[in-house]
């Protein structure tokens, strides 16, 4: 899923107190699981600027709302006279939700409260860890189902270097070494053959170096 | 491993090498600045001294004159370099372009690395490149040589005939695998390899026999490498701030064991002991002396060492 972490406060203000009217607006989906931009935390976000707001003296009517998804077109029906009366958004979705509001009401300003960080899972409760950057040519089964482009920090294809240390990075202590785990699981599945290959170049044009990508089907 | 007369580059060091004498090459830091005379005067110390020297490239990832630029500067001082480069600084296209531009101005041989994390150097927001990595550099300088192609499969007007260097550090982890990235090395193309700075002997002694069982030691050149103590914190700085660097207890209670006034001695005696231990070493075929700003410490050493005079070819 898509992690992101709410930028801080002051920072949001700063975009936003410019404005009459605010709407305050979560989405419910990947973001919501790590309790950084649902509809739950888009009205606490609401309450916390109201009392900024109140705190600075500025006159700015805050409504809090949010739908399943910001990054299709049919969540966003429930919400049409909402938006047609915002005077700007303050979206907690990440980018692409952020984007979607943007090209969907051209002359509606809309304000990210979200970095989006990562795609990643939740390994326990409150944590979550990045797993996979998009490359768009997935090594995964060469490499034992361990991602050594968004793992490792060199993104090394033929790893590990030089600063592996006990499992770890070189980079942080609390970063595990993505080779490690790899010749780990390679070791553990009885394929430590598949190390000793020299995998080719990697094609870097199907990541971002190709520029946006897109896919359509085209029985739709 | 046996002596040849069919030299894949104009390399100074590959001669020595296939001549089957013991190597014996140095390291060089390019200035955090654009002065010269810092490159004549370091290089002045190791020449006569050294088959090669390494020119660093950008090392622990803090901005430093080119290694290109400071490889031409030693050439000029009558020394052949070595020229650093690292994965992390450049992508495939800047790679082979600076490749062509080296050899055409007189390097001949090239180390090829990942390169230290950003997150070290005087730029820890720099977003680090990683297009390629030390393996894939490899075989890109030795499909460059020996293909006469660029990595697009394009064909080069008189393709750059490098002597290709990789480093090896045997004291990673995990230490299982470290002969076997070793051998993905050599099998991408490496000619020779320099270690890591090497203090715990037992494991680099286990590090050989592993290569050496494996024949790995029969297809490539290793160089051990060796950096004298300078002082105790120096040590203890080795032995807990550096990525990759295995420094036993002995070797600091070795240093803290003399008086004050003799500890870089003791250094220089420890470092000695160990190029001795190389020489007669199976599988080890010169010493990497990295004498990290003790550029001019060199010549003392290498006489100390008994490693002069260095060869010379016609």
């Known amino acids: ?220 | 491993m046996s002596t040849e007369t069919k030299y894949s580059s104009g390399s100074n060091l590959e001669k020595v090498l296939k001549s089957g004498q013991f190597a014996f090459t140095g390291e060089l830091g390019p200035p955090r600045g654009t002065d010269v005379d810092e490159v004549r005067e370091k290089a002045r110390f190791l020449k006569g001294h050294v088959d090669s020297v390494n020119i660093t490239d950008n090392q622990t990832a803090v901005v430093r004159m080119s290694s290109w630029a400071a490889s031409l500067i030693a050439i000029d001082e009558g020394l052949e370099p070595n020229y650093q480069m690292v994965c992390r600084d450049r992508n495939r296209l800047a790679m082979q372009a600076d490749i062509l531009g080296g050899y055409a101005l007189g390097i001949r041989n090239m180390l090829c690395l990942s390169g230290d994390h950003q997150q070290f150097g005087d730029h820890p927001d720099a977003k680090g490149v990683f297009d390629i990595d030390s393996i894939q550099l490899i075989a890109l300088v030795k499909q460059m040589r020996d293909e006469g192609r660029f990595l697009s499969g394009n064909e080069i007007h008189k393709p750059p005939k490098m002597f290709i260097g990789a480093a090896s550090n045997p004291f990673a982890d995990p230490f299982e695998w470290r002969v076997h990235r070793l051998a993905k090395k050599i099998e991408a193309g490496a000619d020779f390899i320099q270690t890591q700075c090497i203090y715990n002997m037992p494991k680099f002694r286990e590090f050989i026999r592993l290569a050496n069982e494996e024949g790995l030691t029969e297809k490539v050149y290793i160089l051990g490498g060796v950096t004298p103590m300078k002082s105790v914190g120096m040590a203890r700085y080795m032995a807990t701030k550096v990525p990759g660097m295995d420094v036993p207890e002995e070797i600091i209670n070795r240093l803290k064991g003399v008086e004050k006034s003799k500890v870089a001695q003791e250094g220089i005696n420890i470092a000695c002991e160990q190029i001795e231990e190389f020489k007669a070493m199976k599988g080890v075929h010169g010493v990497h002396l990295m004498a990290i700003e003790w550029e001019h410490m060199v010549p003392q050493i290498a006489e100390q060492a008994k490693v002069l005079p260095r060869p010379v070819f016609d």
């Open chain 1, 1 to 220: 899923m898509i992690v992101g972490e709410q930028k801080p406060l002051e920072e949001i203000w700063e975009m936003v107190k410019v404005h009459k009217q605010l709407t305050v607006f979560g989405c419910n989906t990947c973001v919501a699981v790590c309790h950084q931009g649902g509809n739950k935390e888009a009205g606490i976000l609401a309450s916390l600027l109201r009392m900024k707001a109140t705190q600075e003296e500025v006159d700015i009517e805050i409504v809090d709302s949010g739908i399943e998804r910001q990054c299709e077109h049919e969540f966003f029906e429930s919400v049409r006279d909402l938006m047609n009366r915002s005077e700007a958004v303050l979206s907690l979705a990440c980018g692409i939700g952020v984007q979607f509001v943007a090209t969907k009401y051209q002359t509606l300003p809309v304000y990210p409260a979200l970095n989006t960080t990562f795609l990643g899972d939740v390994i326990a409760v409150g944590h979550f860890t990045e797993k996979c950057q998009a490359c768009g040519d997935c090594v995964l089964g060469l490499t034992g189902g361990v991602c050594p482009v968004s793992r490792c920090c060199k993104r090394l294809m033929n790893g590990p270097c030089g600063g592996s240390s006990n499992g770890k990075c070189e980079i942080s202590k609390e970063i595990d070494c993505a080779w490690q785990l790899i010749v780990d699981r390679l070791e553990a599945l009885g394929r430590l053959d598949d190390y000793e290959k020299i995998p080719p170049l990697k094609d870097w044009s199907k990541d971002r170096a190709g520029g946006p990508r897109s896919f359509k089907l085209e029985d739709m």
